[in-house]
């Protein structure tokens, strides 16, 4: 399955909703759309909505951990939010889940 994926931004918080898979194949398109949401000066929060994601593998745990290592190199905040209990179960495996700040809701 391939993975589209719709971005929000306003001056302080850019949001990225994933759909689909997160894997070997379409991570790299993930990452760049992610890690330009960091480079962008002025973000101070990156969310990343995982609502959608039907699959993630270990490369989409890669992703992660390297967002969060270059958010906090450029001081922003990165959150994660609304992870479908396979994601979650990944997250909590390699401990990433203790590492990054989780959202249950959109309104959390």
Do not use: W
Request: include cysteine.
């Amino acid at each position: 399955m391939d993975l589209t994926m719709n971005i929000t931004r306003n001056e302080t918080e850019h949001s990225v909703s994933l759909s689909g898979d997160v894997d070997a194949f379409t991570g790299p398109k993930a990452k760049e759309a992610i890690m330009t949401s960091v480079e962008t000066p002025g973000v101070a929060v990156v969310v990343v909505d995982l609502s959608q994601v039907e699959y993630m593998d270990s490369t989409g745990i890669g992703i992660f951990i390297g967002v969060m290592k270059a958010c906090k190199q450029v001081g922003c905040d990165f959150v994660v939010q609304n992870l479908p209990s396979r994601v979650e179960r990944l997250f909590r495996i390699t401990g990433l889940y203790d590492l990054v700040s989780i959202r249950k809701g959109e309104s959390e």
